[in-house]
Protein backbone atom coordinates (compact mmCIF):
# COMPACT_ATOMS: atom_id res chain seq x y z
CA UNK A 1 0.00 0.00 0.00
CA UNK A 2 2.87 2.24 0.33
CA UNK A 3 4.86 3.74 -2.69
CA UNK A 4 8.09 5.70 -2.57
CA UNK A 5 9.12 7.98 -5.01
CA UNK A 6 12.98 9.51 -5.09
CA UNK A 7 14.32 12.17 -6.65
CA UNK A 8 17.17 14.27 -6.87
CA UNK A 9 20.04 12.62 -8.53
CA UNK A 10 22.08 13.57 -11.34
CA UNK A 11 25.89 14.15 -12.72
CA UNK A 12 27.84 16.33 -10.84
CA UNK A 13 31.67 17.01 -10.11
CA UNK A 14 33.68 15.53 -7.31
CA UNK A 15 33.42 17.51 -4.15
CA UNK A 16 29.75 19.19 -5.06
CA UNK A 17 26.43 18.35 -3.27
CA UNK A 18 22.87 16.64 -4.18
CA UNK A 19 20.42 16.34 -1.64
CA UNK A 20 18.03 13.29 -2.48
CA UNK A 21 14.21 13.68 -1.47
CA UNK A 22 11.56 10.52 -0.73
CA UNK A 23 8.17 10.85 -0.90
CA UNK A 24 6.09 8.34 0.28
CA UNK A 25 2.12 8.17 -0.54
CA UNK A 26 -0.14 5.83 1.20
CA UNK A 27 0.26 5.66 4.61
CA UNK A 28 2.25 7.92 7.08
CA UNK A 29 5.57 6.11 7.37
CA UNK A 30 6.41 8.90 10.78
CA UNK A 31 6.44 5.38 13.19
CA UNK A 32 8.93 3.32 10.71
CA UNK A 33 12.61 3.56 9.94
CA UNK A 34 13.16 4.97 6.35
CA UNK A 35 16.25 4.34 4.58
CA UNK A 36 18.56 4.82 1.55
CA UNK A 37 20.58 2.18 -0.12
CA UNK A 38 22.85 2.17 -3.04
CA UNK A 39 24.09 -0.07 -5.77
CA UNK A 40 26.18 0.43 -7.94
CA UNK A 41 27.01 -1.89 -11.02
CA UNK A 42 28.49 -5.23 -10.24
CA UNK A 43 27.69 -4.63 -6.71
CA UNK A 44 25.58 -5.20 -3.50
CA UNK A 45 22.79 -3.01 -2.77
CA UNK A 46 24.37 -1.30 0.52
CA UNK A 47 22.42 0.37 3.30
CA UNK A 48 24.21 4.11 3.28
CA UNK A 49 21.90 6.08 5.87
CA UNK A 50 18.63 5.13 7.94
CA UNK A 51 16.57 7.19 10.49
CA UNK A 52 14.32 5.63 12.66
CA UNK A 53 10.48 7.03 13.59
CA UNK A 54 12.18 8.40 16.71
CA UNK A 55 15.04 9.97 15.01
CA UNK A 56 18.07 7.50 15.43
CA UNK A 57 20.31 7.39 12.51
CA UNK A 58 22.59 4.82 11.12
CA UNK A 59 25.27 5.76 8.70
CA UNK A 60 27.99 3.39 6.59
CA UNK A 61 31.26 3.99 7.43
CA UNK A 62 31.92 5.39 3.76
CA UNK A 63 29.39 8.40 4.23
CA UNK A 64 29.89 9.63 7.71
CA UNK A 65 30.58 13.24 7.81
CA UNK A 66 29.97 13.38 4.44
CA UNK A 67 26.01 12.66 4.01
CA UNK A 68 22.97 13.42 6.52
CA UNK A 69 19.81 12.04 6.33
CA UNK A 70 16.18 13.34 8.10
CA UNK A 71 12.69 13.41 7.59
CA UNK A 72 9.84 15.59 7.96
CA UNK A 73 7.05 13.53 9.03
CA UNK A 74 4.02 16.60 8.75
CA UNK A 75 5.41 16.03 4.47
CA UNK A 76 5.65 12.39 4.89
CA UNK A 77 9.01 12.71 3.27
CA UNK A 78 12.95 12.00 3.97
CA UNK A 79 15.89 13.49 2.45
CA UNK A 80 19.47 12.76 1.84
CA UNK A 81 21.67 15.30 1.85
CA UNK A 82 25.14 14.36 0.04
CA UNK A 83 28.21 16.11 0.73
CA UNK A 84 31.61 16.36 -0.22
CA UNK A 85 30.72 13.97 -3.19
CA UNK A 86 33.48 10.97 -4.19
CA UNK A 87 33.31 9.27 -7.38
CA UNK A 88 32.70 5.91 -6.07
CA UNK A 89 29.63 7.51 -4.78
CA UNK A 90 28.37 6.51 -7.78
CA UNK A 91 25.66 4.54 -7.88
CA UNK A 92 21.95 4.10 -8.32
CA UNK A 93 20.53 5.09 -4.91
CA UNK A 94 16.75 3.80 -3.25
CA UNK A 95 14.81 5.25 -0.39
CA UNK A 96 13.31 2.00 1.33
CA UNK A 97 11.38 1.56 4.01
CA UNK A 98 10.24 -1.87 6.33
CA UNK A 99 6.82 -3.47 6.53
CA UNK A 100 4.78 -3.23 9.90
CA UNK A 101 6.20 -4.95 12.64
CA UNK A 102 9.76 -3.85 11.57
CA UNK A 103 11.52 -2.38 14.83
CA UNK A 104 14.78 -0.37 14.78
CA UNK A 105 17.44 -0.20 11.21
CA UNK A 106 17.49 -3.33 9.40
CA UNK A 107 20.85 -3.48 7.90
CA UNK A 108 20.39 -5.55 4.70
CA UNK A 109 17.89 -4.79 2.08
CA UNK A 110 15.82 -7.97 2.02
CA UNK A 111 14.30 -6.60 5.28
CA UNK A 112 12.58 -4.01 3.49
CA UNK A 113 9.58 -4.15 1.99
CA UNK A 114 8.77 -0.60 0.18
CA UNK A 115 10.92 0.69 -2.27
CA UNK A 116 11.83 4.17 -4.49
CA UNK A 117 12.26 3.10 -8.16
CA UNK A 118 16.01 4.96 -7.79
CA UNK A 119 17.55 8.10 -9.00
CA UNK A 120 21.13 7.53 -10.44
CA UNK A 121 23.98 9.50 -8.58
CA UNK A 122 27.06 9.76 -11.36
CA UNK A 123 29.78 11.87 -9.44
CA UNK A 124 33.12 12.60 -12.24
CA UNK A 125 36.32 12.97 -10.83
Known amino acids: QVQLVDSGGGLVQAGCSLRLSCAASGRTRSRYTMAWFRQAPGKERDIVAA???????FYADSVKGRFGISRDNAKNTATLQMNSLKAEDTAVYYC???????????????????WGQGTQVTVSS
Open 51 to 57: ITGSGNT
Open 96 to 114: ASPPEGVVGIPRFAKAYEY
